[in-house]
Nanobody, 115 residues
């Protein structure tokens, strides 16, 4: 059973930075896309950023210019560098890895941005 484990969440003041990491418990093959999602209380889960196997990236409009996604396919890890954090970025952040066969999800890590 493959597990995705996120780390790097926490409490930060507005304007601060956090770096989230997500690692798979074992090697995944045929990865198509790796991404980060978030869900704030009372809101639907939304895509924050994703990166394809060829390195193409896409971001939610709300985080463009502030967040950067990167991945290491050999190590099956994906990172999310979050700068200039705002209180509205507060949410549970989860990573997801879509392979040719299925999509794996992490349990999530809490990010809280205080004003």
């Amino acid at each position: 059973q493959v597990q995705l484990v996120e780390s790097g969440g926490g409490l930060v003041q507005a304007g601060g930075s956090l770096n989230l990491s997500c690692a798979a418990s074992r090697t995944l093959f045929s990865i198509n896309v790796m991404g980060w999602y978030r869900q704030a209380p009372g809101k639907q889960r939304e895509l924050v950023a994703h990166i394809t196997s060829d390195g193409s990236t896409d971001y939610a409009d709300s985080v463009k210019g502030r967040f950067t996604i990167s991945s290491d396919n050999a190590k099956n890890t994906v990172h999310l560098q979050m700068n200039s954090l705002k209180p509205e970025d507060t949410a549970v952040y989860s990573c997801a890895v879509k392979t040719q066969y299925r999509t794996y999800w992490g349990q999530g890590t809490q990010v809280t941005v205080s004003s």
